[in-house]
T-cell receptor, first 118, second 117 residues
Framework: DTEVTQTPKHLVMGMTNKKSLKCEQH?????MYWYKQKAKKPPELMFV???????INESVPSRFSPECPNSSLLNLHLHALQPEDSALYLC?????????????????FGPGTRLTVT | AQKITQTQPGMFVQEKEAVTLDCTYD???????LFWYKQPSSGEMIFLIY??????QNATEGRYSLNFQKARKSANLVISASQLGDSAMYFC??????????????FGGGTRLMVKP
């Protein structure tokens, strides 16, 4: 099973709302990622979790709050977002970094959540 | 500094013909990996092919092959016998294996491929 699932597929929220995006994988991967992708642009890394600990935060505003409750789940809590935060939010997972290897450490992506902030 | 460059914002190809998508990269790390991903309009990023910096042979996966020219720092994707379902956005990405950021991917700007019937 090489599937990463994300819910919801679409989300519309107001600037005062609190919502959460969810991501799940059952491949035994211990690294999980959140990316933000604006239209016609490449994905931009937001957060990296390694062994359920936050290892990279790419200077993301605090209105985005990640959480990794266990090795299979990754959440992104959203609060007081701005219209410019509207984007496709992609979750990915991979084996954890180690000695160099072949494609075993490619990142598997979920289908994304299309977020619209009104 | 831009580490991955895809110079073709959009390309057309006739169905059943081959097409090459360009990718150049910049790194001082001797150990790195290069990836190609396909992103249809649905949004999911689909892994296509991987090339390691120490791999002696060019990677191939079905209709996809990677033309790896290490000295030129290029990793072009070749799609043979294009199909209508190949119409999508294609991203080249690199992972530097010796940096402390571990498994971070750096993406190029992407190339939109449109296959004509």
């Amino acid at each position: 099973d090489t599937e990463v699932t994300q819910t919801p597929k679409h989300l519309v929220m107001g600037m005062t709302n609190k919502k959460s995006l969810k991501c799940e994988q059952h491949m035994g991967h211990r690294a999980m990622y959140w990316y933000k992708q604006k239209a016609k642009k490449p994905p931009e890394l937001m957060f990296v979790y390694s062994y359920e600990k936050l290892s990279i935060n790419e200077s993301v505003p605090s209105r985005f709050s990640p959480e990794c409750p266990n090795s299979s789940l990754l959440n992104l809590h959203l609060h007081a977002l701005q219209p410019e935060d509207s984007a496709l939010y992609l979750c990915a997972s991979s084996q954890t970094p180690g000695t160099s290897g072949r494609g075993e450490r490619e990142q598997y992506f979920g289908p994304g959540t299309r977020l619209t902030v009104t | 500094a831009q580490k991955i460059t895809q110079t073709q914002p959009g390309m057309f190809v006739q169905e059943k013909e081959a097409v090459t998508l360009d990718c150049t990269y910049d790194t001082s790390d001797p150990s790195y990996g290069l990836f190609w991903y396909k992103q249809p309009s649905s949004g999911e990023m689909i892994f296509l092919i991987y090339q390691g910096s120490y791999d002696q042979q060019n990677a191939t996966e079905g209709r996809y092959s990677l033309n790896f020219q290490k000295a030129r720092k290029s990793a072009n994707l070749v799609i043979s016998a294009s199909q209508l379902g190949d119409s999508a956005m294609y991203f080249c990405a690199m992972r530097e294996l010796n940096n402390n950021a571990g498994n971070m991917l750096t993406f190029g700007g992407g190339t939109r491929l449109m296959v004509k019937p």
